[in-house]
């Protein structure tokens, strides 16, 4: 794009919008969109109880489907391996069908459009639909990453932090659209997420890295009004369950939704704008020292590309071999190298105690709400409370955790390790039904649910590199599924059936086939909330040793490689530039 005098108003008008839809900042605003639509996975509390009651499943069932939802939403190897050698619009597409037909088949079976399908049915449909979640938690969030790797702590964050106020944002559309329809709310997760990811999967790409001076105030401005979003469905939560809103009142708060929703786009225009200003000024001459350039497109090949594409040729090489000498923390280790080290080990150990327990609330909060005597109307509150929390668990871990690392010098390993230690006492809230404590505890637990992946994520691209970033990724969300059949399954589900039947027992009933099994009272969960509390400790002491491991890699600066890195390119672009001349800039 060449600035001139004679351009007319149109076709700057053209150029600048361009440049916007086709910059890295409106590519990050997109993935704030897609994000903010893939939480489904966190709704099964929701949509449970209309499968529970409908195809007539018992608990343990209940929790074995929330295990292949869980399972589904963590194995994205294939995705992640896809991701590493195709652009990130291929996963994305995938995601976007995988998403409409698990979600689209569990409504037809729910509503009884199809004829009562066989249990392994139900996992496969499950299955399906939350691993639609991998492919475009993969294309979004490893995409970011690499486009802003040295603001990774917070770029995590703030994607986790949309996909955790997902739940909230699905629901209020979905009381907007359907009124109280449960089952029509599966409905809405089959079509919304597709919908949105195929509007914005154009955009998501990967650009140059080159870091501009204030990203880290553009991401504290993303940050500030997603606090707003979050403040207000926080509010509209309240209200609604204070008061009865017709549909009518609906449409209105999910249209200020989706105004506070797009908010962030105005940073977009500022940015750009800046981006623009700059690089109109530095091809005037009006500047005589270059400002650094974001992203140039249709650019000659610089030595630092062809530098990386020979280290990618050997790292490939490199895929199988050397995998018992790895190289230091921090640089880019092969797949078996990383997942054969000691610090990766720790690190699987300490995240399946970690997850394995809050996944147990998060999947079976409708139960253990109805178990410890809450209304149908609370246990809607937690549900959508407990999204909020998620979202700022998400946020907090990467303004704290890059503060620690950053200004204290301290190992971000440490938050993982106060989060497992954090999350037992809302286990032991449950476990002895302390009075109104699932409303204390659906909070500790979200926040903690909330903080432990993004915070999984970070420390693993900071360990490990990020040549396979994407595999790497996927790898670490293994551990989820894992911890969530250990304690969910085979423990929290196989002691609500027992003590179930041992109340029937008592009452001398005898269940019948396809009958719904239910146990009410605070001994349904009390052993298995005590066992979760001590695997959360035993975790939290597991994680402390990585943090004694890396205490010396995190004392220097982590970002040191890719700000030197920056500078290179940034000093090439520039060299290029003064022989070609003026290019295109892709902010």
């Known amino acids: 794009m060449v600035f001139s005098g004679k351009q007319h108003g149109w076709e700057k008008t053209k150029d600048y919008t361009l440049q916007i839809l086709t910059g890295r900042w409106f590519m990050m605003f997109s993935s704030f969109m897609i994000m903010s639509v893939s939480g489904a996975s966190y709704m099964f509390g929701l949509y449970s109880r209309e499968m529970k009651s409908v195809l007539g499943y018992d608990q343990s069932t209940l929790t074995l489907l929330s295990f292949y939802k869980d399972l589904g939403s963590c194995i994205g190897i294939l995705s992640g391996l896809l991701n590493e050698i195709t652009p990130p619009w291929v996963v994305l597409t995938i995601g976007g069908v995988l998403n409409f037909f698990g979600y689209f088949m569990i409504w037809l079976a729910v509503t009884r459009k199809i004829s009562k399908p066989q249990i392994w049915n139900m996992c496969l449909y499950t299955f399906i639909g939350a691993n639609s979640h991998c492919s475009t938690n993969t294309g979004v969030v490893v995409t970011s990453v690499r486009n802003f790797p040295g603001s990774r702590g917070i770029v995590i964050g703030l994607l986790s932090g949309y996909l955790g106020l997902s739940g909230a944002i699905i629901t209020q559309l979905y009381y907007a659209f359907y009124g109280n329809d449960s089952k029509s709310l599966i409905l809405l997760m089959a079509w919304l997420p597709t919908v949105v990811t195929f509007v914005f999967t154009p955009v998501i790409k990967h650009h ?335 994680s402390l040793t990585l943090v004694i491991r890396t205490r010396e890699f995190y004392k220097g600066d982590i970002y040191k490689k890719f700000k030197e890195e920056a500078n290179t390119v940034e000093n090439e672009l520039v060299v290029t530039q003064n022989k070609v001349g003026p290019v295109s800039n892709d902010g």
Not at 381 to 407: D, H, N, P, R
Not at 428 to 446: D, H, T
Not at 510 to 528: D, F, I, V, W
Request: glycine share 6%; proline share 4%; net charge positive.
């Open 208 to 542: 140059m890295r080159v870091e501009q001076p204030n990203d880290s105030k553009a991401f504290y401005n993303f940050l500030y009004m997603t606090l707003i979003l979050a403040g207000y469905l926080m509010i509209m939560i309240i209200v609604q369950k204070c008061f009865n809103f017709t549909k009518s009142e609906y449409y209105v708060t999910s249209i200020l939704m989706l105004l506070l929703l797009i908010l962030p786009l105005f940073v977009v225009i500022v940015e750009e704008q800046r981006i623009w200003k700059n690089k109109k000024e530095h091809i005037n001459g009006e500047d005589s020292s270059p400002k650094p350039l974001n992203i140039i497109t249709n650019m000659p090949q610089t030595r630092h590309a062809r530098r990386e594409s020979t280290q990618n040729e050997k790292q490939v090489s490199a895929f199988w071999g050397n995998i018992l000498f790895p190289p230091s923390r921090g640089e880019d280790h092969t797949i078996f190298q990383a997942i054969l080290s000691l610090d990766m080990m720790t690190l699987f150990v300490s995240t399946i105690c970690g997850l394995g327990g809050t996944l147990t609330v998060v999947n079976n909060l409708s139960q253990i709400g109805l178990s410890l005597g809450y209304p149908s109307h609370s246990i809607t509150t937690f549900v959508s409370l407990m999204a909020i929390w998620i979202y700022l668990g998400k946020v907090a871990q990467g303004v704290i955790s890059e503060f620690i690392i950053t200004k204290l010098k301290l190992p971000r390993p440490l938050i993982l390790t106060s989060i497992l230690t954090v999350s037992c006492f809302g286990h032991l809230l449950i476990a002895f039904n302390i009075p109104n404590g699932l409303y204390v505890a659906s909070i500790i637990i979200g926040f903690c649910f909330g903080a432990n992946l993004p915070v999984l994520f970070s420390i693993i691209s900071e360990l490990f590199g990020l040549k396979y970033y994407s595999t790497l990724y996927n790898v670490g969300l293994i551990a989820s599924p894992i911890g969530s059949y250990l304690l969910s399954v085979r423990v929290a589900g196989h002691l609500y059936d027992k003590e179930a039947i041992k109340q029937m027992a008592a009452l001398g009933l005898m269940r019948k086939p396809g009958e719904e099994l239910n146990c009410n009272g605070s001994q349904c969960y009390k052993l298995a909330f005590i066992i979760i509390t001590v695997v959360s400790l035993f975790g939290a002491l597991v």
